[in-house]
């Protein structure tokens, strides 16, 4: 078995998804670690979150990760190896109310992982946002707008859907100014945003 104790969280998830490939289960990485792949490790996260979009059964995805030596431990897989855990939140792939078909790839050590596409993941951050007022979210959401030149106008329709075109707004001119001012690193977003402290 392949020694995974000094594996990156990206090579991880890489091997991981090459390994439930060959299996016939494909995976789709999301959360968090989707965000520091899209803010170059700007954001830091502590857990792979992977949806398993080919529908296959609980119990075959978990045999599939015991032979990489996890374990489920409730919600999530874990392992004596790494201190890294593994969650695969429940299907269909989407963000606030939009399904997702289309994705991308990130290109890792350990083989490709698939991956949502740079604005799907600023659209599921602002959902969190919208959905429950995490300051958090909306911070890594500009951060990847800005880090990959994203615009307000891009994802309107999501944000007058999802929360309010008030909203809407307020975060347009939030990237604005974050522009404007070369803001690209997550703690001096973070000062802007509390700073400026949408209702």
């Known amino acids: 078995m392949t020694d995974i104790s000094q594996f990156s969280m990206l090579q991880l998830a890489g091997y991981i998804a090459q390994h439930l490939k060959a299996r016939n289960i494909d995976v789709v990485l999301v959360g968090g670690l989707a965000v520091a792949c899209y803010t170059y490790n700007r954001y830091l996260t502590k ?18 990760m015991n032979a990489l030596g996890f374990q489920k431990k409730g919600r999530v897989f874990v392992s004596d190896e790494t201190d890294i855990v593994v969650e695969f939140p429940s299907a269909p792939l989407s963000v606030g109310d939009e399904f997702i078909t289309n994705h991308t790839e990130f290109q890792t050590a350990q083989g490709a992982i698939p991956i949502l596409q740079a604005i799907d993941v600023v659209k599921d951050r602002l ?36 929360g309010s075109q008030e909203a809407f707004e307020k975060i347009a001119s939030f990237h604005k100014s974050l522009k404007n001012i070369g803001a690209l690193e997550i703690e001096d977003i973070e000062r802007f945003v509390v700073t400026h402290s949408l209702p």
Not at 51 to 62: E, F, G, K, M, T
Not at 138 to 146: E, H, K, N, R, Y
């Open 47 to 64: 857990d792979i979150d992977m949806v398993d979009i080919s529908y296959q059964s609980p119990r075959a995805l978990q045999s599939a």
């Open 127 to 162: 959902a969190a946002y919208f959905h429950w007022q995490d300051k958090q979210s909306l911070v890594q959401a500009l951060c990847i707008m800005l880090c990959h030149n994203i615009s307000p106008n891009e994802v309107q329709k999501f944000c007058t859907r999802e």
